[in-house]
């Protein structure tokens, strides 16, 4: 395992429990998917990434193109064959086909990821058949 991928899961692992907030990106304090990785970013990289335009919460339903891809294209670079997850990668997830990819996860074991779960928390879960087969794109976070 690469080091930059022990210490992305590291400090995913540090926010376990930061309640769901929509738009939230502050560790123990509330985050939604998009702001754990921000948050796990920032603390990584010692730099924010960009923060996002306000967005609602049906934002996907209503999305003409993909700003999560988008974005983790400009961050990560290329994605990854989905057969090339491994501890450490981001995950998106698409809900159903024909919407954008709207969720975001840290592969944290070989078949568990670290996401924040609306009206849950940042929280780990087993990546069970449901959720494999809405990976929509599978990233590895740049070195340092």
Sequence with gaps: MRDI???????????LGT????QGARKQIGCDCLGLIRGV????????PEVPKPYSQDWAE???DEPMLIAARKYCGAELPIQDLHKGCLVLFRWQA?????HAGILSESNKFIHAYERISVTQSSLVPSWQRRIAAVFEFPSI
């Design 5 to 15: 991928d022990r210490k992305i899961i590291g400090e995913a692992q540090s926010w």
């Design 41 to 48: 970013w920032a603390q990584v990289y010692e730099t924010e």
């Design 62 to 64: 209503q999305a003409l």
């Design 98 to 102: 024909g919407s954008a990819i709207k």
């Design 19 to 22: 309640p769901y907030r929509h």
